[in-house]
């Protein structure tokens, strides 16, 4: 049975013709009809007879029209809790984050969404690679995620994208070191050092990857670590250059790079990593998770001013 079928013999009980049901319901007679007439065919009895060149409901009818109101009533209930969820501004929002963006964005994201009638945040993070992200919105109101600026966009058809940055990846070495003296570093300038990067799939690696296609030779990676704290430990060691993001690695690391460490932007390819939150369409409907995407913008324009 579908809910407007049992809408429409309630109001035949209620109204008492089929003129008057389509009045109300402001479609025509013969859409009341056919209606009726699916209702029909999915119960063995009688609903409805003539009475003169009325349609009335049989007893039978009458007990399904009174079953119907109480399902329309409860509906009407639902939509209404639903409104209300969706409008709730401080209803609990799920977020997902990668870890060297929520290493510099949840704690100032908290902070800012503590006040009184604010969205409810939990917080998880999860590091996976890029083509893996616009999964986890299956798990969580709003995805922190990152991909390479050349690579493939994120599938806009099954997933909503809010922008918030576009993150350069500099050139971390020892303060000491020879090219520490260069404002700028190019592809050829770093091919020959001993480097430290992530796993494959991962934008430090993307970017190393594109220097050694560049510079035309092989590159010598000696460690493979995801997390930034520790590469900046290995970069201030002095034994191998990395690649830190330009405004997330600063907050994750205390707001200040490790001493004897500086940062060199490369020229002449695109080092620039995406920051994007990704949600399910349906969940930019709730006004808390719109709220909380809201805030994610303003401390990310906090990070990178």
């Given at each position: 049975?579908d809910?407007?079928?049992?809408?429409?013999?309630?109001?035949?009980?209620?109204?008492?013709?089929?003129k008057?049901?389509?009045?109300?319901?402001?479609?025509t007679?013969?859409?009341v009809s056919?209606q009726?007439?699916?209702?029909?065919r999915s119960v063995k009895?009688?609903?409805?007879?003539?009475?003169?060149?009325t349609?009335?409901?049989?007893?039978?009818?009458?007990?399904?029209?009174?079953?119907?109101a109480?399902?329309?009533?409860?509906?009407?209930?639902?939509?209404?809790?639903i409104?209300?969820?969706q409008?709730a501004?401080?209803?609990?929002?799920t977020?997902s984050?990668?870890?060297?963006?929520?290493?510099a964005?949840?704690?100032?994201?908290?902070?800012?969404?503590?006040?009184?009638g604010?969205?409810?945040?939990?917080f998880t993070?999860?590091?996976?690679a890029?083509?893996d992200?616009p999964?986890?919105?299956?798990?969580?109101?709003l995805?922190l995620?990152?991909?390479?600026e050349?690579?493939?966009?994120?599938?806009?058809?099954?997933?909503?994208?809010?922008?918030?940055?576009?993150?350069p990846?500099?050139?971390?070495?020892?303060?000491?070191?020879p090219?520490a003296?260069?404002?700028?570093?190019t592809a050829?300038?770093?091919a020959?050092?001993p480097?430290?990067?992530?796993?494959p799939?991962?934008s430090?690696d993307d970017?190393?990857?594109?220097?050694?296609?560049?510079?035309s030779?092989?590159?010598?990676?000696?460690?493979r670590?995801n997390?930034?704290?520790?590469?900046?430990?290995l970069v201030?060691?002095?034994g191998?250059?990395?690649?830190?993001p330009?405004?997330?690695?600063?907050?994750?690391?205390?707001q200040s790079l490790?001493?004897?460490?500086?940062?060199r932007p490369?020229q002449?390819?695109?080092?620039?990593?995406c920051?994007?939150l990704l949600?399910?369409?349906?969940?930019?409907?709730?006004?808390s998770?719109r709220r909380v995407?809201?805030?994610?913008?303003?401390?990310?324009?906090?990070?990178v001013g």
């Amino acid at each position: 049975m579908d809910i407007r079928q049992l809408q429409v013999l309630r109001e035949l009980g209620e109204l008492g013709s089929v003129k008057a049901v389509a009045e109300t319901l402001m479609v025509t007679p013969s859409a009341v009809s056919q209606q009726l007439m699916l209702l029909q065919r999915s119960v063995k009895v009688p609903l409805t007879r003539k009475d003169g060149r009325t349609l009335v409901l049989t007893e039978a009818g009458e007990v399904l029209a009174g079953a119907g109101a109480a399902v329309v009533a409860a509906m009407a209930q639902a939509r209404a809790a639903i409104d209300a969820f969706q409008e709730a501004p401080d209803a609990s929002v799920t977020v997902s984050g990668f870890h060297s963006a929520g290493q510099a964005l949840f704690a100032p994201l908290a902070r800012a969404l503590s006040g009184e009638g604010q969205p409810r945040v939990r917080f998880t993070d999860e590091d996976v690679a890029q083509q893996d992200f616009p999964a986890l919105t299956a798990r969580h109101d709003l995805v922190l995620a990152h991909r390479m600026e050349h690579s493939p966009p994120w599938p806009r058809d099954r997933v909503a994208v809010i922008e918030l940055t576009r993150e350069p990846l500099d050139v971390a070495l020892p303060a000491g070191h020879p090219l520490a003296d260069h404002e700028e570093l190019t592809a050829t300038d770093v091919a020959g050092e001993p480097w430290v990067t992530s796993r494959p799939g991962y934008s430090p690696d993307d970017v190393l990857t594109a220097v050694a296609a560049l510079a035309s030779t092989p590159l010598e990676i000696v460690h493979r670590i995801n997390d930034y704290s520790t590469v900046a430990a290995l970069v201030a060691d002095g034994g191998v250059l990395g690649l830190l993001p330009r405004y997330t690695s600063r907050a994750a690391l205390g707001q200040s790079l490790p001493e004897g460490i500086v940062l060199r932007p490369l020229q002449g390819l695109d080092t620039r990593r995406c920051i994007d939150l990704l949600a399910r369409p349906e969940a930019l409907e709730r006004r808390s998770v719109r709220r909380v995407a809201e805030a994610f913008g303003e401390v990310m324009g906090s990070l990178v001013g």
